[in-house]
T-cell receptor, first 116, second 112 residues
Framework: KQEVTQIPAALSVPEGENLVLNCSFT??????LQWFRQDPGKGLTSLLL?????REQTSGRLNASLDKSSGRSTLYIAASQPGDSATYLC???????????????FGKGTKLSVIP | DAGVIQSPRHEVTEMGQEVTLRCKPI?????LFWYRQTMMRGLELLIY????????DSGMPEDRFSAKMPNASFSTLKIQPSEPRDSAVYFC??????????FGSGTRLTVV
């Protein structure tokens, strides 16, 4: 069974700092990996999706990488802003054999606070 | 597209009552997922459908939970009877062939 771990559980940084959020997964047979952002009391917003054939994806100040061999993904946030404060979750898609079905397994997230 | 639409946004009910949560996926998406989120356990997959057919319901906690998808544009998650430990945020998500997931805003359920 796929397990996804995110460390640290919480992170506080001063505004303007570059930071890295870590995600590790146990099943290297991952179809793709997705990073989400969740604001308090809100739903999940997709940030980046990395397919298994890719190594990284970029969107604005965000860059996500995927290393299947080591079972790791990182989310890099450049020049952090107070508006980046939220919980960031990574989720791995695992393909189950036979039915061509897909299952998304989440980490518990890293709560980021960017201090002005 | 309006995205994945869930209703109601908030639900407060008494223990023992029936609760029905609703979801409208993104048009054209062939996968629909129901997740539950709690502080203790994070996001847990309850059940998912492919082309309206339930594929895996192993995450459904008990027989009190049931889910249906009568057509491609509508799904329900029902809890009967509800218990205080069912209190959580329930999310619906949809996907096209497993490529990227879009989540609804969730239903915050409180069972008193």
């Amino acid at each position: 069974k796929q397990e996804v771990t995110q460390i640290p559980a919480a992170l506080s940084v001063p505004e303007g700092e570059n930071l890295v959020l870590n995600c590790s997964f146990t099943d290297s047979a991952i179809y793709n990996l997705q990073w989400f952002r969740q604001d308090p009391g809100k739903g999940l917003t997709s940030l980046l999706l990395i397919q298994s054939s890719q190594r990284e994806q970029t969107s604005g100040r965000l860059n996500a990488s995927l290393d299947k061999s080591s079972g790791r993904s990182t989310l890099y946030i450049a020049a952090s802003q107070p508006g980046d404060s939220a919980t960031y979750l990574c989720a791995g898609h695992v393909v189950r054999s036979g039915a061509g079905s897909y299952q998304l397994t989440f980490g518990k997230g890293t709560k980021l606070s960017v201090i002005p | 597209d309006a995205g994945v639409i869930q209703s109601p946004r908030h639900e407060v009910t008494e223990m023992g009552q029936e609760v029905t949560l609703r979801c409208k996926p993104i048009s054209g998406h062939d996968y629909l997922f129901w997740y539950r989120q709690t502080m203790m356990r994070g996001l847990e997959l309850l059940i998912y459908f492919n082309n309206n057919v339930p594929i895996d319901d192993s995450g459904m906690p008990e027989d009190r939970f049931s889910a249906k998808m009568p057509n491609a544009s509508f799904s329900t998650l029902k809890i009967q009877p509800s218990e205080p430990r069912d209190s959580a945020v329930y999310f619906c998500a949809s996907s096209s062939r497993g490529y990227g997931y879009t989540f609804g805003s969730g239903t915050r359920l409180t069972v008193v």
